[in-house]
């Protein structure tokens, strides 16, 4: 079964930045995507940024594409989160998303297969 253990949240105050990692473990096979989804209180899940495991495919939602960056070591099985210029709207629970072999581009929800424990960010105005 995958494994995924999220790290490098924390508190920071407005404009500041942090750097999520996912470190992922016990899959098999080459075909697949990790990506990032966060939830802020009182607010539905929703997407961040995803990286596929092969030919640096990425995808970020609106609330991303200028701040954040996604990146993989294939060596480390671990992907991780830039997080630049950090607002109080991006405070949330950041999860670690694993999905099986790839049919869309980017992945659909329903392709999520597993899911890591969630790291908490709370940026401060």
């Known amino acids: 079964e995958v494994q995924l253990v999220e790290s490098g949240g924390g508190w920071v105050q407005a404009g500041g930045s942090l750097r999520l990692s996912c470190a992922a473990s016990g899959f098999t096979g080459d075909d697949y995507a990790i990506g990032w989804f966060r939830q802020a209180p009182g607010k539905e899940r929703e997407g961040v940024a995803v990286?596929?495991?092969?030919?640096?495919?990425?995808y970020y939602t609106d609330s991303a594409r200028r701040r954040f960056t996604i990146s993989r070591d294939n060596a480390k099985n671990t992907v991780y989160l830039q997080m630049n210029v950090l607002e109080p709207e991006d405070t949330a629970v950041y999860y670690c998303a694993f999905t099986g072999p790839l049919n869309n581009w980017p992945p659909r929800s329903d392709e999520i297969r597993y899911w890591g424990q969630g790291t908490q960010v709370t940026v401060a105005s």
């Open positions: 990286i596929s495991s092969s030919y640096d495919r990425t």
